[in-house]
Nanobody, 123 residues
Framework: QVQLVESGGGSVQAGGSLRLSCAAS?????MSWFRQAPGKEREGVAA?????????DYADSVKGRFTISHDNTKKMLYLQMNSLKPEDSAVYYC??????????????????WGQGTQVTVSS
């Protein structure tokens, strides 16, 4: 079992930045961030796969604005969010996989989820 704990959410004005953190109970080489806005389905935001080399994938809506990263222990996951927009408002979830997907992917459904952290962007 993997425990995931997010932190760093909050309220910010449009154009601002936030950095989300996720602490995992064990090292995980493949992790991702998802988000869910009220009345909408949960969607993948960013994924990272750190085996031999690091590869990442982003949803089109956040490319160029968000950056996902790991620390060296692979027990901390981060999401740097810049140029935030009101449509980025959602509960953000850290996620991990029992086994790494063959390639970095926002499609593969994670096996473990954090409790979520709220991000609110005002216009």
């Amino acid at each position: 079992q993997v425990q995931l704990v997010e932190s760093g959410g909050g309220s910010v004005q449009a154009g601002g930045s936030l950095r989300l953190s996720c602490a995992a109970s064990i090292s995980k080489f493949c992790m991702s961030w998802f988000r869910q806005a009220p009345g909408k389905e949960r969607e993948g935001v960013a994924a990272i796969r750190s085996i031999l080399s690091t590869t990442t994938d982003y949803a089109d809506s956040v490319k160029g604005r968000f950056t996902i990263s790991h620390d060296n222990t692979k027990k901390m996951l981060y999401l740097q969010m810049n140029s935030l927009k009101p449509e980025d408002s959602a509960v953000y979830y850290c996620a991990a996989y029992t086994f790494c997907p063959a390639s970095v992917s926002l499609i593969t459904r994670p096996d473990y989820w954090g409790q979520g952290t709220q991000v609110t962007v005002s216009s």
